[in-house]
């Protein structure tokens, strides 16, 4: 139980364009899920706090107009880096709380993003 | 910043010794805290968790002892196996924060066939 999966995997793009990852909870409710970013050989940082039905929560320094959190239903969650640019190449991974679980936090397999 | 740390960013032991991972966190208001395990390109995988109000906490294999007087945490990995090699986080959260972590570091355990 509790698997959390993420879509794509690796993406590779454009300078300019717009990516969009997707966060499922496979077997469960969320209604809170989390967007992390994480530098090689770093920590994980909280980008944005997502919850179904209302406005993600992003942290100081993140821009919520380049990443934009759409929750839309129990299970999915979706993260758009628009117009991405190089900088923006990093992993990015979602976690999700069981609603009628503990608080818990379990983790996607991440997405890796390349802008070109 | 950061207030979850850790003492040794990396460790490097034989394999079916026992790894201990430490990790200091400095919120003292603090309730619950998670060891996770990641691997070179995954997701972190969740380990075993400890609530404040405890001191210690078995799994398979795996033991986590909170210090709230020390505000120490630590992670001991008995017999440790070449699948146990990855990154361990400690990771902090208090209740009420709308279950947001704070992560240390990091560790990087390597074990030696």
């Known amino acids: 139980g509790a698997v959390v999966s993420q879509h794509p995997s690796r993406v590779i793009c454009k300078s300019g364009t717009s990516v969009k990852i997707e966060c499922r909870s496979l077997d469960f409710q969320a209604t809170t899920m989390f967007w992390y970013r994480q530098f090689p050989k770093k920590s994980l940082m909280l980008m944005a706090t997502?919850?179904?039905?209302?406005?993600?929560?992003?942290e100081q320094g993140v821009e919520k107009d380049k990443f934009l959190i759409n929750h839309a239903s129990l299970t999915l969650s979706t993260l758009t880096v628009t117009s991405a640019h190089p900088e923006d190449s990093s992993f990015y991974i979602c976690?999700?709380?069981?609603?009628?679980?503990?608080?818990?936090?379990?983790f996607g397999p991440g997405t890796r993003l390349l802008v070109l | 910043g950061e207030s979850v740390g850790l003492h040794l960013p990396t460790l490097s032991v034989q394999e079916g010794d026992n790894s201990i991972i430490n990790c200091a966190y400095s919120?003292?208001?603090?309730?619950?805290f998670i060891w996770y395990k990641q691997e070179s390109g995954k997701g972190p995988q969740f380990i075993i968790d400890i609530r404040s109000n405890m001191d210690k906490r078995q799994g398979q294999r795996v033991t986590v002892l909170l210090n709230k007087t020390v505000k120490h945490l630590s992670l001991q990995i008995a017999a440790t196996q070449p699948g146990d090699s990855a990154v361990y986080f400690c990771a902090e959260t208090l209740r009420g924060s709308n279950y947001k972590l704070t992560f240390g570091k990091g560790t990087l355990l390597t074990v030696n066939p």
């Open positions: 997502s919850n179904e039905g209302s406005k993600a929560t992003y």
């Open positions: 976690s999700a709380i069981d609603r009628w679980g503990q608080e818990t936090q379990y």
């Open positions: 919120n003292s208001a603090s309730d619950y």
